[in-house]
C-alpha cells in the first residue's frame, strides 16, 4: 500500500535552517503533484507549497515566499522542503501529500495520501 513518510523536523532557532525530506512507496511518484502543508496548534492546516509532476513549476504561501524553497528528485521517489530564515510563527507539524492531478494547489483539495507528519519547533 501506498507510504507517504515525512523526516527531517526538529527543533531549531529562529533564524536557522532545516530541510525537510518526504519518500513516498508504492505509487509512481513523478505522476503525481506534491504538496507541502503545516498544522499549528489550534489553527487549521495551511498549505505551505507545491511542486508539478516534473518540478518545472511552484507555488508558495506568502508568509514562506523567498524562505522556503520545494524541490523533487523523481529518480528517488523523494521530495523536500528547504526552509530558511526561520521564525517562531513557522512551528507547526509538517505533512506532504500526492495529488494525482495536473495542477499544483496548496488547497487541501485533491490531496489524496498525507504522511503522519514531522515537528518543526523554531525558538525565539
Known amino acids: 500500500h501506498v507510504q507517504v513518510v515525512e523526516s527531517g523536523g526538529g527543533l531549531v532557532q529562529a533564524g536557522g535552517s532545516l530541510r525537510l525530506s518526504c519518500t513516498v512507496s508504492?505509487?509512481?511518484?513523478?505522476?503525481?503533484?506534491m504538496g507541502w502543508f503545516r498544522q499549528a496548534p489550534g489553527k487549521e492546516r495551511e498549505g505551505v507549497s507545491c511542486?508539478?509532476?516534473?518540478?518545472?513549476?511552484?507555488s508558495y504561501a506568502d508568509s514562506v515566499k523567498g524562505r522556503f524553497t520545494v524541490t523533487r528528485d523523481n529518480a528517488k521517489n523523494t521530495l523536500y522542503l528547504q526552509m530558511n530564515v526561520l521564525k517562531p510563527e513557522d512551528t507547526a507539524v509538517y505533512y506532504c501529500?500526492?495529488?494525482?492531478?495536473?495542477?499544483?494547489?496548496?488547497?487541501?483539495?485533491?490531496?489524496?495520501?498525507w504522511g503522519q507528519g514531522t515537528q518543526v519547533t523554531v525558538s525565539s
Open positions: 501529500a500526492t495529488r494525482p492531478f495536473a495542477s499544483c494547489t496548496l488547497s487541501r483539495l485533491g490531496y489524496n495520501y
Open positions: 511542486i508539478s509532476r516534473s518540478g518545472g513549476t511552484t
Open positions: 508504492d505509487l509512481t511518484f513523478a505522476n503525481y503533484v
